[in-house]
């Protein structure tokens, strides 16, 4: 490394010199990036931004240069880049190196910044006992009836949050807490999987958990929820706090015995590409290197997992039409596109129609909304109006972030479209279910 390289970033978690030099400048990236679709500008898109990142690792350009800084924050980091790079370019792995970087050299940033993040990711999402607490005052808010006073009052409005408050997930009767329960499979067993449950999908859409439960036992699937899991950690990551990224990473790591799982099941695309890359997250780390890969190779989405695997029970008719949104961290960064659609076409009666732009993303991505909520209204609008051409009764996607940004979008539009997650509309169908087997394509009979 020469010595500018050294002068700009300092170790750990420098971007990888090797990783910003595979870029080719081919351009194949510019059309897939949704900050590049918006602003039409160079420097934010993928190519800029890589551009952008060698010339600060070779001194070329201060780290503290406001145009760096706002770009990246201004990338939704949703890695579609990467899906279509010919080159191979691992764009998240540096985009993150870069914004850890910046969150160092600025300290954590400002005191009102510093309180909010030490609240966020150094307290509530530390501990899920915690954000389970917090979580079920929101609940007390949304179901005593304060919520609607407060919004007919305008006083959100007043303030500036009427938008931000819009997103607010509404959150579930009942939480769910893993404390090592176990439901097991309907009829023989073939196997054992362990639910990650999370943060957000435990306590806002353990609807959601439930119906993963369920469609797992009905395939034949003990399902565990393995006490002394954390969050994530995607959002420490994604936000420059690679060390508490790292810190819940081991946690997770150490709540998992491998060995008694066929598979660790993911219902949420974020959590799922954050959980997959626990390997490189830790591969300096003599002690977890190893395990952190293996941890990595056990977590399969939930539609990864039931597509690949094979249906054994043939869910009941269900005469909807549907449209399928799809998360960027499933299709991009996980590069599952096939598996979701295999398991809606798996439905009778059920009517699939494409939207337009489905796999640009639709601006949630983690805090985006709250970092940079002009750009997130904008891309959630885009996607709106294009779920909204194709006519669907339901909207269906396979993330929080996104059924979040979605039912946001159309409750302040008023537009009554119901939001919901692939396998919740797999449970639906299973009510309605007849006796017999239904084969994917590519599981076997």
């Excluded at 941890?295 to 094979?310: I, M, P, R």
């Excluded at 960027?328 to 596109?337: F, K, S, T």
Aim: hydrophobic share 40%.
């Amino acid at each position: 490394m020469t010595d500018a390289q050294n002068r700009s970033f300092s170790e750990p978690d420098i971007p990888d010199f090797d990783v910003i030099r595979s870029c080719v400048h081919c351009g194949f990236c510019l059309p897939t990036c949704p900050t590049y679709v918006l602003t039409g500008k160079e420097r934010s898109s993928p190519r800029g931004r890589i551009w952008m990142m060698k010339s600060v690792t070779e001194g070329r350009m201060d780290m503290m240069d406001p145009i760096f800084e706002d770009e990246m924050s201004f990338c939704l980091n949703c890695r579609a880049c990467e899906a279509v790079c010919p080159s191979g370019v691992e764009y998240g792995q540096i985009l993150e190196a870069s914004r850890a970087q910046l969150e160092r050299a600025h300290n954590g940033g400002s005191v009102p910044a510093k309180a909010v993040k030490g609240l966020t990711y150094g307290f509530l999402f530390k501990d899920m006992r915690r954000l389970r607490a917090a979580s079920q005052g929101l609940k007390l808010y949304q179901k005593s009836g304060l919520q609607s006073a407060v919004r007919k009052s305008g006083i959100l409005d007043l303030i500036g949050l009427a938008e931000s408050e819009q997103m607010l997930p509404k959150l579930s009767d009942e939480f769910l807490a893993p404390q090592g329960q176990t439901w097991p499979a309907i009829g023989q067993a073939r196997g054992r999987v362990a639910l990650f449950t999370g943060c957000i999908m435990s306590t806002a859409y353990a609807d959601v958990h439930q119906s993963t439960i369920r469609v797992l036992n009905r395939n034949g699937y003990d399902v565990t929820a393995v006490n002394e899991q954390a969050c994530c950690g995607a959002l420490h990551v994604h936000g420059g706090d690679m060390d508490g990224g790292r810190e819940l990473a081991r946690r997770n790591i150490d709540a998992f015995e491998l060995d008694r799982f066929d598979a660790i099941i993911i219902n949420a695309a974020g959590c799922g590409a954050a959980l997959k890359e626990y390997g490189h997250l830790l591969h300096e780390n003599s002690d977890y290197a190893e395990r952190a890969e293996a941890f990595s190779n056990h977590v399969k989405d939930v539609t990864e997992f039931l597509a690949d695997a094979g249906l054994t029970t043939q869910p009941g008719p269900l005469p909807v039409r549907v449209t399928y949104q799809e998360p960027c961290h499933l299709v991009h960064a996980q590069r599952i596109a096939t598996q979701p659609r295999q398991l809606l076409d798996a439905i009778p009666e059920l009517e699939l129609v494409e939207m337009p732009e489905s796999s640009l993303c639709c601006g949630s991505a983690g805090v985006y909304n709250l970092t940079q909520p002009e750009a997130a209204r904008e891309l959630g609008d885009r996607k709106v109006d294009n779920a909204l051409s194709v006519e669907p009764e339901i909207i269906v996607s396979a993330n929080p972030g996104c059924m979040l940004q979605l039912q946001g979008i159309l409750r302040s539009r008023g537009v009554e479209v119901e939001v919901v997650h692939i396998v919740e509309l797999l449970d639906r169908a299973y009510r309605n279910r007849v006796p017999g087997r239904v084969t994917l394509n590519n599981a076997a009979d």
